[in-house]
């Protein structure tokens, strides 16, 4: 899929710095009082979305109707309705953003570089990796037992036996395999961690962007 | 011989394959759950499938942090769709450990148990004290879950369903032994 270049841009952004953002975010709709403070917050969460290869559409229907909603919030009295609302889509609106924005890849190397705990890592990439591969191994299970004349939606009594059971076989050889293959190939989980990556234009440009939005939000918020 | 109670890369691995089973099972209960009115019913619903592979866990592993090693890497993930999911898989899993870590770990089919009903419990308790300020500090909601004759209930099926998702990877841990699949140390 062919991307525009503030999207091509966003995607080059350092994944921490987006998971602050989205703390940030999350934080700050939880904590702000004024609805014209908090329609900043989720307007720019928006044009961040419109920055996302599958939900661009919903970015231009949400500032749609964000501006038809702070029209109709200044001439009448529903300021705690559009507080409410507003607040629910800035809780929402940051994991999209940053799920739609970050390829899988950049986001494991990026967890490499922080000093968490290697179980916690390890997990998180064989997780990633491997997730896809359980869930077509469930899918295959669901057919050998199609297959074998057995269909689980109409015995749900047999799931456990027709469907877990085989599974949790398969994710203990799959673990012993993968135990195998890491420890061949030198994997050393004590091995000192990755250089963090190099800080580039993108991370500087959406510093200052999060930083002009804080002001614009604190102006907001203290002047009501 | 001396036992180590270092951490090894099978025991990171096996702990990451118990992690994907416990996600696969909140992508399957979620859904369903969303829909359900109910005070803890995400954790009802999820603990029975999700029990069985942290009972898997508690057994292959059995030392002190494994609740948190397994379901460590699921907060992080989860944590990507809404921070909050963190805490409330997270701090009921530390609860857990601090209070195992009295009896030191999972080595016996009892200690799991109790494992998992402390935790799935501590899940229920937490996740809807959790909801329930949460939604009042941010939306000014009074939500009315803070009845204890609500809180009673929920607390008590979420024991139930711990207990079911305990049993159930006792099984898959006693077929698992039988057909030499699982080492227990």
Known sequence: MKLWAPAVWFRQVNPLLKMIFTLLALALALGLKTWTAMAVLVGFLLLLLLLTPRLPWLGWLGLGLLGGGAVLTYFTDSAGVMLTILRVLAILLPAPVLAGTTPPADLVRALQT???????????????????LIRQESE?????????????????????????????????????????????????????????????????VFCALVGVLLVSIGGWEWSH | MVKTFSWQLK???????????????????????????IPGIRTILWAPLAGIFLTLGMARLQRPGTVFLILGPVGLILGLINPIITLVLLVPALVTELVMALVAGYGSRTRRFWGNLIYFEATVLGGVLGTV??????FGINVPVLNPWLLLPAGSVAGLVAGLGWWLGERVVAQLQKAGKLDIG
């Open chain 1, 114 to 132: 922080v000093r968490l705990p290697v179980g916690l890592v390890l997990g998180v990439v064989l997780i990633w990796r491997f997730l896809p």
């Open chain 1, 140 to 204: 295959r299970i669901w057919e050998a037992n199609l297959l074998r004349g057995i269909d689980l939606k109409r015995h749900p009594r047999l799931i456990f036996s027709g469907l877990f059971v085989p599974l949790i076989f398969r994710m203990v050889s799959y673990a012993d395999e993968v135990t195998v293959g890491l420890e061949t190939r030198g994997y050393d989980p004590q091995a000192p961690h990755r250089p963090a990556r190099a800080w580039r234009g993108a991370d500087t």
């Open chain 2, 11 to 37: 025991d990171y691995v096996f702990a990451a394959f118990m992690a994907m089973g416990i996600l696969l099972a909140a992508v399957v209960t979620q859904p369903i759950a969303q829909i359900i009115p």
């Open chain 2, 133 to 138: 300020t949460g939604l009042t500090a941010a």
